[in-house]
């Protein structure tokens, strides 16, 4: 299945941030599909030492096979060391990637562009320990990280606010927003394409656990809406995707409420989680691709990017 002049893929995965267990999930499943996709395969686990990371990449592989999560790996960092050393690699580039991952930048350019978004702002923490920042009920997330990692929900009678505040590790600001109640929605891109609507059912909040654990939701492909509700989805995707400049693949993640028919778009992933229940897989092979041809797909489109 290798085609052009790419052989040699080097597979990132591991790294340092609070995803690296998702990251090691997903580099176990790009490594077998690659392999049997017939590409000759440099598995290198991700760690702190950055220059053993460059070392293990020189000399270089053909391209790179970016399957990090999380700072570091889906921020741009990565990616501008890749781009240093000239070395064509998936995903976004390190423009798209920092303002992806970066909630506010994120919510600018969607904004910009005119896609839906619910109320949001970005709170101190001191200003989060001494009164609600929006009205209740509200999401509270981590600007700057990925996979629900810190979210909390704050509903009426709560009284978690403070010690939220008082014991927050992802820095001196929050990202709140406003509640979508209503549906959970994901759209797939890959490079302007968007591949189909899944409905995420979970017991309970969308956590990390609920997106990573065997069992954890139920993923309703294609999601039961009205087709009009799916071709909004896909529009805003492929739109959010071109807004943030993405390249190869993206995720965007959407809530739908039947009952106004308001559909919100929450934020864009640039490296979607490639794990056994990941949502990026189930939809190629919903259009036909199967795993190893995803991965190929995403090989053959490496670049370096801008």
């Known amino acids: 299945m290798s085609g052009g002049g790419i052989k040699r893929v080097a597979v990132l995965f591991g790294g340092i941030s609070a995803e ?53 790996g889906e921020d741009g960092t990565i990616q501008g060391v890749l781009d240093y050393m000239g070395i064509p690699y998936t995903h976004s580039g390190v423009r798209a990637s920092a303002m992806a991952m970066d909630k506010s930048v994120a919510k600018a350019a969607f904004a910009a562009a005119g896609l839906p978004l619910a109320q949001h702002r970005i709170v101190p923490r001191d200003e989060l320990a001494e009164a609600d920042p929006l009205p209740r009920p509200y999401v509270l997330k981590p600007v700057n990280e990925g996979s629900s990692v810190g979210v909390f929900i704050i509903r009426n009678g709560d009284n978690r606010r403070a010690d939220i ?85 993206s995720r965007a993640d959407f809530r739908y409420d039947d009952e106004t028919d308001r559909l919100v778009l929450l934020e864009v992933n640039t490296q979607p989680g490639l794990t056994p229940t990941s949502l990026l897989p189930e939809q190629a092979a919903h259009c036909g691709m199967d795993f190893p041809a995803l991965c190929a797909w995403m090989v053959e489109h490496a670049a370096c990017r801008v």
């Open 165 to 249: 505040a008082r014991d927050w590790p992802f820095g001196d600001a929050v990202m709140a927003e406003e509640y979508i109640a209503g549906r959970e929605l994901t759209v797939a891109v890959l490079e302007g394409r968007a591949l189909a609507v899944t409905e995420i059912r979970a017991d309970g909040f969308y956590d990390y656990n609920a997106k990573y654990s065997e069992g954890g939701s139920r993923h309703d492909i294609p999601a039961r809406v009205a087709p009009s509700v799916t071709e909004r989805a896909k529009d805003a995707a492929v739109a959010a995707h071109r807004a943030l400049g993405c390249r190869g693949a």
């Open 20 to 72: 690296r267990e998702v990251s090691l999930a997903s580099g176990q499943q790009v490594i077998a599909a690659l392999n049997s996709a017939g590409y000759d395969v440099l598995p290198i686990l991700v760690g702190a030492d950055l220059g053993a990371v460059i070392a293990a990449l020189t000399p270089p592989p053909d391209a790179v096979f970016n399957a990090l999560h999380g700072r570091f």
